[in-house]
């Protein structure tokens, strides 16, 4: 089984496994934080991860969610939809 070795802010080195672990990825998937409960401690962590880590913790099989802290508004869907509207062909958007 695959460990993965990180640091409880309490406790130091731990070991976890993927299911030990979530990922959440900024839009893009190359940086993001990791998120655990330490073992030992029971402590909730967050770190930091850079394209590096990410990479990492990716091939080792760690589950992840794309994170967007600027979603879309009712604005802007309200907006595509008249865009939508108004143009004959919506498909001919996809092919420019």
Do not use: W
């Not at 089984?1 to 030990?20: A, E, F, N, V, Y």
């Not at 939809?81 to 420019?96: N, Q, S, T």
């Amino acid at each position: 089984m695959t460990t993965i070795k990180t640091t409880c802010s309490q406790c130091g080195d731990i070991h976890l496994t993927p299911d030990d672990v979530a990922l959440e990825l900024r839009p893009g998937g190359r940086e993001g934080d990791y998120c655990f409960r330490c073992p030992t401690c029971t402590a909730q962590q967050r770190r930091p991860a850079n394209s590096r880590v990410v990479s990492v913790l990716l091939a080792t099989g760690v589950h992840f969610e794309v994170i967007n802290t600027d979603p879309i508004t009712e604005g802007e869907i309200e907006a595509f939809v008249a865009a939508l509207e108004m143009e004959p062909d919506p498909l001919r958007l996809l092919a420019g």
